[in-house]
């Protein structure tokens, strides 16, 4: 989704305009610019390197902000990319968000004789912005914010005021770094690393100016002063680095077993058969005597949250609903207080799980949050949570961070199970479980080579099924998600179950189905659906436990996996299948790390 980047300090801003855009590249963009005061504005449609390339010349001037544009009003065009500029290039912008009323706006604005010159709804935030600007950007920032409605980040600057930048915060992630040779202001904190730790995250309805030496943080309805006291990011710029791998999806996925124990650390009394998750405290007593639990996420964090949900109710005993982000936030909540609603969000930033918070909150249910990324709106707005110290994931495709969420679950099932009826045993075994899973994942990484040579070999075909039973049928539908995100491939999940309630017409030679059959407690089941698809002679790859050679007479392909407690069995089961797909997407030569169309994190609706 857009970036947003800037500074002013004593250092020639241009090139640390140009390194800030690169650090928010993954987030996904079509167009960039950036703005200094002193030289003037440059865009380009496509990557940074063609932005770099039109600053022939060297840029004067220690301040400027720049900008990632992802297309949402008008398409990624140099005139629709950011900054932009009021009427008379007094007053330059970079927005992240939607302006909703921006047609009303652009209606007014016309009507005192403003011309526009884009598609775009930021072009009417800046022009409105021009006409309240009397000499000081911070009060024309203000006074334009008050007839706005809608969802923004911005960051402002004047070539009248070259030693300011003005940003504002209504739903959409603004940070300050504090640096000693300058400030900063940034959409996404991993921007900032490479310059400073310290950073404020600016709330809803804030507004900020920021000098070189200083910093200030108001209301913007009241203009009350905030003193907002800075906090201090953990994560390491080293952990942004590709570290000799191809890609950063293919990193992420390698890094599977550190990210189990860093999710872990801590947080596993084995020999107890319990958890303990800090940020859960204060609400240990709600969770033992809930009625049920609401979970809401998108995409990958919808998907772990199924997963959840399976362990939640098997071991647990929690009864449990789980609901996409986008659907929950419209849909009619039947009031039951004895519920509460935990949201998943990899970045803590999407706009839809965003929404299911307030929503939750306006029917007085207690919010959680199980979020990677540290110090994001959703980790900041919800009254308790589990962070999953996955590190920073660059790449779109979400991998480690889904094996973190699915770690979380585990843990969270054992913490609410233990206060349940889940026995001492019960949780002993899949705490050791958790224990081992780093070193099995080491195991299961080794089958990479044999994973691309499959994955080859199923790269051209046009449509696929990935089936799974019961635990495995959310893990079927994560992997087609990653196929479809970095691969492009029509992919689809299902259970098996109900293969033959339609979705088995369409297979032949020519339409393989990819099958989660490990040996658990619905294996037979799984094995049934196995053969009523080779019955219709598709190709079938299937994944099963390590010396299984009942599906293996039946299959294609096989991966074996290793054997674990059924509840960990998911975790095991998807880095193969996370794999699977990044090899099919560099089979097919895509840019596997940014694919097509899609943005890191979704922060507008
Ligand atoms: O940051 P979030 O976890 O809230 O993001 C949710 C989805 O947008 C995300 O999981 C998306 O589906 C990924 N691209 C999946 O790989």
Known sequence: MCGIFGYVGTRTAEPLLLEGLRTLEYRGYDSAGIYVPEYGAVK????????????????????????????????????????????????????NGIVENYQELRDGLKMQGVS????????????????????????????????????????????????????????????????TDGNFVASDPSALLAHTKDVIYLDDGELAVITADSHAVRTISTAEQREKRP??????????????????????IFEAPQVIENTLRGRLITEKGRAKLGGMESVLDELSRLNRLQLVGCGSAYYASEVGRYWLEEYAGLPVEVELASEYRYKRNLPDTKSALLAVSQSGETADTRACIQKAKEHDLTTLGVVNAVGSTIARETDAGVYNHAGPEIAVASTKAFISQLTVFALLTLLIGRSRDMTQADGQAI????????????????????????????ADYRDTIFIGRKFHTPIAHEGALKLKEVA???????????????????????????????????????????????????PVLAFVSEGDTEVAQLVDDVIELPRVHPLVQPIVSTVPLHLLAYYVGIAKGYDVDKPRNLAKSVTVE
């Open 231 to 252: 906090e201090r990011i953990e994560w390491d710029v080293e952990a942004m680095k590709k570290d000799g791998f191809a890609h950063y999806m293919e990193k992420e």
């Open 488 to 538: 492009y491939i029509h992919a689809e999940g299902y259970a098996g179950g109900e293969l033959k309630h339609g979705p088995i017409a369409m297979l032949d030679e020519q339409f393989p189905v990819i099958a989660m059959a490990p040996q658990d407690d619905v294996y037979e089941k799984m094995v049934s659906n196995i053969a009523e698809v080779k019955a219709r002679k598709a």
């Open 116 to 179: 526009f010159t884009s598609e775009t709804d930021t072009e009417v935030l800046v022009k409105l912005i021009g006409t309240l600007y009397k000499g000081d950007i911070a009060d024309a920032v203000t006074n334009a914010l008050a007839q706005v409605r809608g969802a923004y980040g911005l960051a402002v600057m004047s070539p009248r005021e070259p030693d300011r930048i003005v940003v504002a915060r209504m739903g959409s992630p603004i940070v300050l770094g504090l640096g």
């Open 44 to 95: 380009a449609v496509g990557p940074i390197d063609a932005l770099a390339a039109k600053l022939t010349e060297p840029v004067p001037g220690t301040s400027g902000i720049a900008h990632t544009r992802w297309a949402t009003h008008g398409e990624p065009t140099e005139a629709n990319a950011h900054p932009h500029q009021d009427m008379s290039g007094g007053v330059w912008l970079v927005h």
């Open 431 to 458: 705490a050791r479980a958790l224990e081992e899973l780093p070193g099995v994942l080491q195991s299961v990484l080794k089958q990479a080579p044999k994973l691309q040579q499959v994955a080859e070999r199923y």
